[in-house]
């Protein structure tokens, strides 16, 4: 079944004006657009794919299916996989280093409020709420990585990936992007907080998404996995912290958590932490000048593919007084 044909379908959907609150059932929901076709619904039904299928996951669950599934990779099968899912491979890829690494570090632990916010784990940032299984699809395959204190979206992620198979070995362009990814951030001037080095990032177009938000969210990756962090606000890669300590930020200017809050390009990338977890990769700097022809082009990876199926944009009645000079 043609994946950009059930995400083209999925952004049709997903759009902000379709969505709304279910006050009785105290869930967010999507609008199904009225003029979708029996024919595209029926693609989603195949699929297996329609929209608001929810569930309720369980703390203790959803933290044993992560225990589970990530004991079936090894950290350098989820490296491996990280980087694919930088080009060649669906961004859905690159979930597996963090859910690997927060397996590794993560305690056994019940689940514990955090003050303030009664449905969230202090401990993981576990949340009690319905979700809607295809959106979690569709924004692992076209939007990067689960946010931080996300631990259902990891094993989400992870149980997606077992369904595909093997785990994807990356193109030698996957390589010299993520080595072209960390020259960035090498070159970065001093004190360049994250929001200029998504910004220069997204410039040189070595993602093949458009917007900003996926360039972010590569950050929020790395900083999570340790590589960009602070000796007062580590990563992973070097031990566990809770999700209320990751949940600290300088400013209530900051979106983003800990250790990306509190980073900058003055700090510079880990390399003892990007050696411990790319161990077999090569990340020294690369030429961005001199960039390889990827072996999948754009137009053919899924999101690239997505981009270029545009939306048609729904045209407004003309006002009747369109046109018409004002009335004296």
Known sequence: MNIIEI??????????????????KGQHLHRIPADLSDAQLETLKQAGRMPNQMSCPEHD?????????????????????????LWSAPFLWQSALNAKLLSLVTPRHSFT??????????????????VDDTLLWYNRITGGVPLDGD??????ALLEMSKLGQPPTPTFYDLWTFRAILTVIRQMPPNSRYSKVRDTLHKERLLPAAQKGTVCSLLEALALAGILDTPEHPGMATRFTTYQERDLRPSVRVEVQAPLAWWNSSIGINESALEKIFCKTDCSSVSLTDRPTP??????????SLQNKKIPQKRLPSSPDAGKGPKN
């Not at 933290?63 to 990779?73: E, P, R, S, V």
């Not at 631990?151 to 989400?156: D, E, S, V």
């Not at 072996?295 to 690239?304: K, R």
């Open 151 to 156: 631990p259902a979206g990891y094993a989400f």
């Open 295 to 304: 072996a999948l082009p754009l137009s053919q990876t899924n999101t690239g």
């Open 113 to 130: 409020p955090y003050k303030g916010s009664p449905e969230t784990c202090i401990i993981c940032g576990f949340r009690k709420k319905a």
């Open 7 to 24: 995400l083209k379908i999925l952004r049709l959907i997903y759009r902000p004006e379709n969505a709304y609150y279910d006050s009785e």
């Open 61 to 85: 669950e959803i933290w044993n299916n992560l225990y589970t599934l990530a004991d079936t990779w090894t950290l350098s099968q989820a490296a491996d996989s990280f980087i694919a899912g």
